[in-house]
């Protein structure tokens, strides 16, 4: 089987990722009923490269590895050569000649594509600068689990125009649904992402508006990793874009919400959102789990009938 990485959504097909979201919720439902007794892993190895701190993404995927009955390992910039120095190409020949499939939380994209052009093993991009995919793998199986076909629905994206944003605009391309990205001027999504999605996407600056009988709300803290200097600016440049409940009560009965966490109570969502029954974000997280070891399944294994 030729490898194949995951960089962003796009690296899959539509059909693909279908596949992938029906097999995680069998892969759920397996574990619960059974506990952890597939175990098609042995012997199997992750490297997990880390860049950027990290819960949910570290623990998912070191949980996924361990009850396939695999092996996660942990580098961070210190444990590793590319701390010092060796060139990215350089350290993704060696770990395809000792583990099986490479994970990378990472700031510049740039420098993911040229580690998984140099890899003879899968290459997973675990978040950066520019995209989270596998984050929105955790997100539309949590939108599907809870509302079936999300084809032909309305999201709603509030905040900046961030990686998030980007992954959101390649699942409405992917997963065939309407997609209402709402930001401050200025904080716009990347333009040629933008444009490559065509009329699937519109660009509000409105949330009241944005929101009018969506589907689905979701958001992601107004400063990123990395742009912690530019808290106090983006406070100013982001008021009246927080979400709330009130907020909430526009858009559809059954809207659901959605934050791929960590979230800042208080900020760009109300303190007591998350409480909220239309808040399915815990659910949200624990199916990084479930998403994550069907893309390593895929990945690794092939399609399982």
């Known amino acids: 089987?030729?490898?194949?990485?995951?960089?962003?959504?796009?690296?899959?097909?539509?059909?693909?990722?279908a596949?992938?979201?029906a097999r995680a919720i069998r892969i759920k439902s397996e574990l619960k009923a059974q506990g952890p007794r597939y175990t098609p892993?042995?012997?199997?190895?992750?490297?997990?490269?880390?860049?950027?701190?990290?819960?949910r993404t570290r623990v998912s995927f070191e949980t996924a590895m361990a009850q396939f009955g695999g092996h996660a390992l942990f580098l961070s910039p210190r444990d590793t050569q590319l701390g010092r120095g060796e060139p990215i190409g350089d350290t993704a020949r060696?770990?395809?000649?000792?583990?099986?499939?490479?994970?990378?939380?990472?700031?510049?994209?740039a420098d993911i594509e040229t580690f998984a052009?140099?890899?003879?093993?899968?290459?997973?991009?675990?978040l950066t600068d520019d995209y989270h995919p596998c984050q929105l793998l955790a997100d539309m199986l949590?939108?599907?689990?809870?509302?079936?076909?999300?084809?032909?629905?309305?999201?709603?994206?509030?905040?900046?125009?961030?990686?998030?944003?980007?992954?959101?605009?390649?699942?409405?391309?992917?997963?065939?649904?309407?997609?209402?990205?709402?930001?401050?001027?200025g904080y716009e999504p990347d333009?040629?992402?933008?444009?490559?999605?065509?009329?699937?996407?519109?660009?509000?600056?409105?949330?009241?508006?944005?929101?009018?009988?969506?589907?689905?709300?979701?958001?992601?803290?107004?400063?990123?990793?990395?742009?912690?200097?530019?808290?106090?600016?983006?406070e100013r440049d982001f008021a009246g874009f927080q979400v709330t409940e009130a907020m909430l009560d526009r858009a559809a009965s059954d809207v659901l919400f959605l934050h791929c966490l960590p979230a800042h109570r208080g900020e760009e969502i109300s303190a007591t959102l998350l409480d909220d029954p239309r808040a399915v974000v815990w659910q949200e997280a624990g199916n990084r789990l479930h998403a994550q070891k069907a893309l390593l399944e895929f990945l690794l294994l092939g399609r399982i009938d």
């Not at 892993?41 to 860049?51: D, G, S, V």
């Not at 052009?117 to 675990?126: E, F, L, R, T």
């Not at 599907?144 to 709603?156: H, L, Y």
Request: glycine share 4%; charged share 20%; with cysteine.
């Open 117 to 126: 052009a140099a890899s003879s093993v899968p290459v997973i991009n675990a």
């Open 94 to 109: 060696v770990l395809s000649e000792m583990v099986d499939a490479v994970m990378i939380r990472t700031f510049s994209h």
């Open 41 to 55: 892993f042995a012997n199997r190895t992750l490297a997990m490269i880390f860049e950027k701190s990290s819960t």
């Open 19 to 21: 596949y992938l979201v």
């Open 1 to 17: 089987m030729a490898t194949r990485h995951f960089l962003t959504l796009l690296d899959l097909t539509s059909e693909e990722l």
């Open 191 to 234: 333009a040629a992402i933008l444009a490559a999605a065509g009329d699937r996407v519109d660009v509000l600056h409105d949330p009241q508006q944005a929101v009018e009988e969506a589907d689905l709300v979701t958001t992601d803290v107004w400063a990123s990793m990395g742009q912690e200097q530019e808290q106090k600016a983006r």
């Open 142 to 185: 949590t939108w599907i689990e809870c509302r079936g076909s999300v084809q032909g629905k309305t999201a709603v994206w509030i905040g900046d125009g961030n990686n998030m944003c980007h992954s959101w605009i390649n699942a409405a391309r992917r997963f065939d649904f309407r997609l209402r990205i709402c930001c401050p001027e």
